[in-house]
């Protein structure tokens, strides 16, 4: 945190600069040092402004990555990649699929299933590739299918033909904003974002995702016959319930590591084998005729069209208005790709290789340029799917804790403590990710996905939904309001905090939450990724006048903390004085020790 002071936990933008006066003695030294790292300390002159050093970080992104690039593909030999490839396939391939839908119904059919698997694979190729941070899963989000279809009621007011190209040139000005934040290393300022903005924003996508299931299993009871609507909610709720349950056997302690891994590594390809299997029982659950996924032809639009957009036909005026709307683009994906780039590459994994956030940005504007004019729905960084994928790549080893009691010997307790071994960092899972997404997109596969009933979807927006609620920092500080005192342990750091500030702070992130929530059931959702953006300003400027710093330590932490991350954002971010970076997530770093790390998913345990 820079310009902060100790009686001030303020967290500022950007300013480190101008303390950077040094001695003539030590120029040389200095510019000798940031010529072979990106950082702005100790920097004087010009040279401390980001914007006038352009490209600066995406040099230096490929430059630290680019020696591991030979690595990234040997270290792929191993069962974790395989795993990791299956397991990234379904929970990739499943939301893209159900997002999609829901696109489908509200935007004069226009995105389709074919569109969908085309940008979920461009993205997977694009950065599996020529990334640098390979391990950040890019596909289509809810917020995306949440921006189009709302865009698509804004231009159906006037003439809904305009669709495909306003969207079109929507792309295109979103992806020369990109590369203006890229050029202008823009992304440094991601360094910022902590605990605060990351959990509000984690909560809001849980909340739309299931206000999106719901909203699937309703479409059912759109039909005449209230029966399949009926068969749809249980399908979903039993695959919700059949997803979360393997996962959970595999972060137990029942049966052995090996078939607990193999139980979470698969639990999505289990489960939607046997529930589309059950969605086509002969007799009278077949006879409910409940909706499926709708398909059309193999590798060729969902409407009858070109692939390329003829863009260059939308009138001048739309063109300018389609301005506002790239804009935004870039907001929501400035915050949803990065945060995505961070959780992936985040605290708890012991990753070695380096990362780069402004190179990543502008093949995100790459590729966002590309799917804007091919008409597909513009991809970017998932949030849920990103961690997982590291997750899945993460060796664990599984260790007893002994608790000695009171009550003499043989009455000790036992609990299991996970701990983070290493990650296979690797680009390979990803590649293949995109390859099998391809081959979906052929006409056999096609004729298969065709047989998965809609209520799976909603099934998943539940799992997806839930899986960014419940361990969410917000529900945690609830539990803890919530619970009996004598039940709480003397060593929690909260208990060192009054009561009416945690209730203040989890209350300030609601009110993000439910404003935003709130937005994006109107018209005006498109405005959504501003309120987004605002968590950091508020967070960096409002939350230190309201808390002490001993307050935020105890609550609050920065999001990237993993050096190796923070090497392609310009450095750690400058903390207050008299305070360190160990000092910060006292409640996080008390539960790790206790209960081992909060998995993104189960299995891969090791005696």
């Not at 303390?19 to 940031?34: I, M, S, V």
């Not at 997977?124 to 921006?147: D, E, H, K, N, Y």
């Not at 029982?281 to 006879?287: A, C, F, K, N, S």
């Not at 939904?465 to 609830?478: A, H, M």
Request: aromatic share 14%.
């Amino acid at each position: 945190m820079e310009n902060s002071s100790s009686s001030n936990a303020n967290v500022s933008h950007d300013t480190l600069s101008q303390h950077g006066a040094t001695d003539p003695g030590e120029n040389h030294l200095t510019r000798e040092k940031t010529a072979k790292s990106y950082t702005y300390e100790s920097v004087i002159g010009w040279r401390r402004y980001r914007v006038l050093r352009p490209c600066r970080g995406m040099y230096h992104d490929v430059r630290r990555r680019l020696p591991y690039y030979w690595s990234d593909i040997t270290d792929a030999f191993t069962y974790r990649t395989v795993a990791s490839t299956i397991r990234m396939y379904f929970v990739n391939l499943l939301p893209a699929l159900a997002y999609t839908l829901d696109m489908y119904r509200r935007t004069g059919e226009f995105f389709g299933v074919t569109e969908a698997l085309f940008s979920s694979a461009l993205a997977a190729m694009v950065f599996s590739i020529i990334g640098v941070q390979p391990l950040t899963i890019v596909g289509i989000t809810g917020l995306i299918s949440l921006f189009n279809y709302t865009i698509y009621d804004i231009v159906a007011q006037y003439d809904p033909s305009l669709y495909p190209l306003f969207m079109a040139w929507t792309g295109i000005w979103g992806a020369i904003f990109h590369w203006i934040v890229a050029v202008l290393n823009l992304c440094d300022y991601m360094r910022y974002v902590t605990d605060f903005s990351s959990e509000s924003f984690g909560m809001y996508v849980g909340i739309i995702y299931i206000i999106k299931g719901v909203e699937e299993l309703v479409n059912e009871f759109d039909q005449e016959n209230a029966t399949a609507g009926y068969l749809s909610c249980i399908i979903a709720i039993l695959y919700f319930g059949s997803v979360y349950s393997l996962e959970k056997l595999g972060q137990s302690t029942v049966w052995q590591p090996w078939f607990r891994g193999i139980l979470a590594d698969y639990a999505y390809v289990f489960t939607t084998l046997f529930w589309v299997g059950f969605s086509h029982i002969p007799g009278r659950l077949q006879d409910a005729h409940i909706s499926r996924l709708p398909v059309t032809k193999a590798f060729y639009p969902t409407q009858p069209r070109d692939w390329l957009l003829d863009f260059w036909n939308l009138p001048v005026k739309w063109i300018f208005v389609a301005v506002p709307f790239g804009f935004l683009v870039m907001l929501l994906f400035y915050y949803d790709h990065n945060v995505s780039s961070i959780t992936a590459q985040a605290r708890q994994f012991p990753l070695k290789k380096p990362g780069g956030f402004h190179w990543d940005f502008f093949l995100l504007g790459c590729t966002t340029f590309v799917a804007g004019i091919l008409g597909l729905p513009l991809p970017n960084g998932l949030v849920p799917q990103a961690p997982v994928h590291t997750d899945s790549l993460t060796n664990y080893e599984t260790k007893l804790k002994i608790i000695p009691t009171t009550e003499g010997e043989g009455t000790e307790i036992r609990r299991p403590i996970v701990e983070a071994v290493d990650v296979v960092e690797q680009r390979v899972s990803h590649f293949l990710m995109g390859l099998a997404l391809i081959g979906t997109m052929t006409g056999p596969l096609l004729v298969v996905l065709h047989t998965m009933p809609s209520a799976l979807f909603a099934g998943v927006f539940f799992v997806v939904g839930w899986g960014s609620i419940e361990s969410n920092g917000i529900v945690q500080k609830l539990v803890f309001l919530m619970s009996e005192n004598r039940f709480i342990q003397r060593d929690e750091p909260l208990l060192t905090i009054r009561r009416r500030k945690i209730w203040l702070f989890i209350g300030l992130q609601g009110l993000g939450v439910a404003a935003t929530v709130a937005i994006s059931q109107t018209i005006a959702a498109i405005g959504f990724p501003v309120l987004i953006i605002l968590l950091i300003p508020l967070r960096t400027h409002l939350i230190p006048r309201w808390f002490s710093l001993r307050e935020l330590e105890v609550m609050d932490e920065f999001t990237c903390t993993n050096k190796q991350v923070l090497a392609s954002l310009g450095g750690t971010p400058k903390l207050p004085e008299h305070t360190r970076a160990e000092d910060w997530g006292l409640e996080r770093q008390r539960s790790e020790r206790r209960f081992g790390l909060k998995r993104q998913r189960a299995g891969s345990l090791k005696r």
